[in-house]
């Protein structure tokens, strides 16, 4: 398969709560994002990383943290949930900046705050 | 401030006839642009992209077109199958001499139907 997993896949938790999602690839591609889906908004960046510690922001990162402490593994931290963050979760992965190669999706993870 | 629009949220074909989907675009530095095609509850996959250098791609059933004078790219399926029944999104990007990091702009998505 694609070689990119994302858990939870579904989570439902409470306002004020911090969580944590998980991407993880066996590809070894360097770069990685993370992309929630709304309506009327298609998929908007929230945080990306272009090697191991190496992160930057998104469009919507406001009320977002992320880690890569190694190649495989990118995580996406809510620091204190709120409803406007129940959303669709993607992450994506491609092995370099160009785009010969087109992003690679994981399942999604739907989130939930209540 | 939404740099890659897809202006019809939805779109209905028959079987067998031509689908038709489109995007517009703000951003004069965008020079890479891809459609996606997602399936409930899977992510979006890569269907076919081009340069800004090229006013057209082809792969099989799926044609992209690319204005930049108009900032307009179009996606044409021919012949629509039901299996194509699905949301599609276009994205956009600049590579920006390679600092870009391959950070991608995407529309709305337009939701397609095909009809036996």
């Known amino acids: 398969d694609a070689g990119i997993t994302q858990s939870p896949r579904h989570k439902v938790t409470e306002t004020g709560t911090p969580v944590t999602l998980r991407c993880h690839q066996t590809?070894?591609?360097?770069?990685m994002y993370w992309y929630r889906q709304d309506p009327g908004h298609g998929l908007r960046l929230i945080h990306y990383?272009?090697?191991?510690?190496?992160?930057d922001k998104g469009e919507v990162s406001d009320g977002y943290s992320v880690s890569r402490s190694k190649t495989e593994d990118f995580l996406l931290t809510l620091e204190s949930a709120t409803s406007s963050q129940t959303s669709v979760y993607f992450c994506?992965?491609?092995?370099?900046?160009?785009?010969?190669?087109?992003?690679?999706f994981g399942s999604g993870t739907r989130l939930t705050v209540v | 401030d939404q740099q890659v629009k897809q202006n019809s949220p939805s779109l209905s074909v028959q079987e067998g006839r031509i689908s038709i989907l489109n995007c517009d675009y703000t951003?004069?530095?965008?020079?890479?642009f891809l459609w996606y095609k997602k399936y409930p509850a899977e992510g979006p996959t890569f269907l076919i992209s081009?340069?800004?250098?090229?006013d057209k791609n082809e792969d099989g059933r799926f044609t992209v077109f690319l204005n930049k004078s108009a900032k307009h790219l179009s996606l044409h399926i021919v012949p629509s199958q039901p299996g194509d029944s699905a949301v599609y999104f276009c994205a956009a990007s600049s590579y920006a001499g390679g600092t870009s990091y391959g950070k991608l702009t995407f529309g709305q998505g337009t939701i397609l139907t095909v009809h036996p």
């Open positions: 590809e070894n591609h360097r770069y």
């Open positions: 994506a992965i491609t092995p370099r900046g160009g785009f010969n190669y087109g992003y690679t």
């Open positions: 081009i340069s800004s250098i090229k």
């Open positions: 951003n004069s530095m965008f020079d890479y």
């Open positions: 990383s272009y090697g191991v510690k190496d992160t």
